[in-house]
């Protein structure tokens, strides 16, 4: 309901304010400005029907009586605490502020916040507020607090039924001052069968993390009673993130012993074979299916990331396989001339150090060597993007971490093996040279022809072939590790003596099987 200024017109009115706004003198001039703001006061009134109160302070002016000017101060007092009063407790049972227009509910106060009204209108200075407080101190220092009363963080609360229902008011923001939850908490004790506590929060000016804060400690405290939180009326920011909070399970460490007795520790290491069996499976069905998607054109390998595995896995690993081919080649050749010299057979030295590389050493020294190298490097390097939860962040931007780290390493280290492996079978076979032309009567044409003779073309394939399968093992050992790896530091170093050792474990297996395949199939 808008102002409404009745006996004067709006210009008369604006001329009168305008000599507020003077500086004040002393004397009767001040009574002046007192006795401008009072008749001004009462014709607003008349707007609401105090006609008697306006006339009677409309008569005393007319006939100049002596106390008039005080009566008329205890009047605009008295009528101005009044409105802010009943402004205050509005404000307590919820209503909205205006700060703009600085009106409070004037479906209710429009006859009794006339001083403010106008005070905002005419935009008042300090010196001007100043004149207004000498007649009304309480009332103008409750005006200038006011807005002040917005920004203060603050809850109501209210029965309803079997429901607590809390109010949330003001700007819950860390710079803005809080309730006591304290007080809170006894209001909530003290009532008597309560099922449901409901938070509201329609006359919210502000917030931020205070207020999740608050909520969230509100909810886990009436849930630790049996009470049950509803943030229906809370904004939905928070809701969500109330909601995001309450997703993540608390870790609690289990503070019971595990069994000491034979039996109980054997069921519960078969039952974690059995999950790591699983887990495995799954792993290879994800592998499998990444694949064949990878070699339809449909998977999601960079191939700068892919050249540079493959200068990792390959050219890379040459001078440590080519150093310890070339020491296990030396060996063998040294301990078989020295076998065969009491023969006379040192020719044969060739044959062993050929047949041994090419078959079994080769591919076995080269799996052990880049399990050792590149499974834990894979394990390492997918473990600490799993403990700075870079593949979460994979997976959120909808990018399969199988693809984009799996495969690209699993078929980096499937191309190198062979080049490796058969890079290590040639200087095995030249290390074993060496030693045969140096501590025998063999010279280096004899070795070439007796080795060729040899080691044929199917031997160098079963060496080429178990190299290929080793690397698969070693890539999937260390890939898997490295995606179960745990979130602290030392769980990835758990990761990579895990993939090393799984690794070489597997090898072994694999080239037993191998062995005994091949001996039954004649290869």
Not at 100 to 126: T, W
Not at 138 to 161: C, E, H, I, P
Not at 354 to 377: D, N, Q, S, W
């Given at each position: 309901?808008?102002?409404?200024f ?8 604006a ?20 006795d401008?703001f ?23 002016d ?9 009566h ?22 919820g ?12 479906d ?41 009363t ?14 607590f229902?809390?109010?949330f ?6 710079s ?19 099922t ?19 909520v969230?400690q ?7 009673r049996?009470?049950?939180p509803?943030?229906d ?10 909601e995001l909070?309450r997703?993540?399970p ?14 109980s ?17 799954d792993?290879?069905?994800?592998l ?18 892919f ?15 080519s ?5 296990t080649?030396l ?14 057979a ?24 880049m399990?050792?190298?590149?499974g ?11 403990v ?5 962040a ?8 199988m ?7 699993v078929?980096?280290l ?5 080049l490796?492996?058969?890079c ?5 076979i ?6 045969a ?12 022809h007796?080795v060729?003779?040899a ?30 790896c745990?979130?602290?530091?030392s ?6 003596t ?6 070489i ?19």
């Amino acid at each position: 309901m808008a102002c409404v200024f009745i006996g004067k017109d709006a210009e008369l009115v604006a001329a009168r304010f305008e000599r507020l706004k003077e500086p004040c003198c002393t004397g009767q001039g001040e009574d002046v400005v007192e006795d401008d703001f009072i008749k001004m006061l009462a014709e607003e009134r008349l707007g609401c029907g105090d006609i008697g109160l306006a006339a009677e302070l409309a008569q005393r002016d007319r006939h100049g009586t002596a106390d008039c000017g005080a009566h008329r101060r205890v009047v605009a007092f008295r009528q101005t605490e009044l409105a802010l009063s009943e402004g205050h407790a509005l404000m307590n049972r919820g209503k909205v502020v205006d700060q703009s227009a600085v009106q409070v509910e004037e479906d209710v106060l429009h006859d009794k916040m006339c001083f403010i009204r106008i005070a905002n209108r005419y935009s008042l200075d300090g010196l001007c507020m100043a004149r207004l407080h000498s007649m009304a101190s309480v009332g103008v220092r409750a005006f200038l607090n006011m807005s002040d009363t917005t920004q203060k963080a603050d809850w109501g609360t209210r029965r309803k039924g079997g429901t607590f229902v809390v109010h949330f008011s003001g700007a819950w923001v860390n710079s803005s001052p809080k309730p006591s939850v304290e007080t809170l908490h006894f209001d909530i004790e003290s009532e008597a069968e309560l099922t449901t506590l409901h938070l509201e929060a329609d006359h919210l000016t502000n917030w931020d993390s205070t207020l999740l804060v608050a909520v969230r400690q509100l909810c886990v405290w009436t849930e630790a009673r049996g009470i049950h939180p509803c943030l229906d009326g809370m904004p939905e920011g928070v809701q969500n993130l109330i909601e995001l909070s309450r997703a993540v399970p608390e870790n609690k460490q289990s503070d019971e012993e595990s069994p000491d007795d034979f039996l109980s520790n054997m069921g519960e290491r078969s039952l974690a074979a059995y999950r790591g069996l699983n887990g495995y499976f799954d792993f290879l069905g994800l592998l499998c299916i990444d694949l064949f998607a990878f070699l339809r054109g449909r998977g999601r390998v960079r191939a700068k990331d892919f050249l540079l595995l493959l200068q990792a896995t390959g050219p890379q690993a040459v001078p440590i396989v080519s150093l310890l081919s070339f020491l296990t080649g030396l060996i063998i050749a040294f301990i078989g001339v020295i076998q065969l010299q009491k023969f006379a057979a040192d020719i044969y030295v060739a044959d062993l150090v050929g047949l041994a590389v090419t078959r079994e050493l080769g591919a076995v020294m080269t799996g052990v060597i880049m399990a050792g190298r590149t499974g834990a490097a894979f394990a390492a390097q997918i473990g600490s993007m799993q403990v700075n939860e870079e593949v979460d962040a994979l997976t959120t931007f909808g990018i399969s971490p199988m693809q984009f780290l799996v495969v690209p390493r699993v078929w980096a280290l499937v191309l190198m093996m062979p080049l490796l492996c058969g890079c290590a079978n040639f200087v095995a076979i030249l290390g074993g040279m060496v030693v045969a032309v140096a501590i025998s009567d063999v010279t280096v044409l004899q070795y070439c022809h007796q080795v060729q003779a040899a080691v044929g073309l199917n031997d160098l394939a079963v060496g080429i072939f178990k190299s290929g399968i080793f690397g698969l093992i070693i890539a999937l050992a260390g890939c898997y590790r490295g995606l179960n790896c745990g979130r602290d530091a030392s769980s990835v170093g758990l990761a990579a003596t895990s993939a090393v050792v799984t690794s070489i474990t597997w090898i072994v297996i694999a080239d037993a099987i191998f062995a005994v395949m091949f001996q039954i199939l004649g290869i």
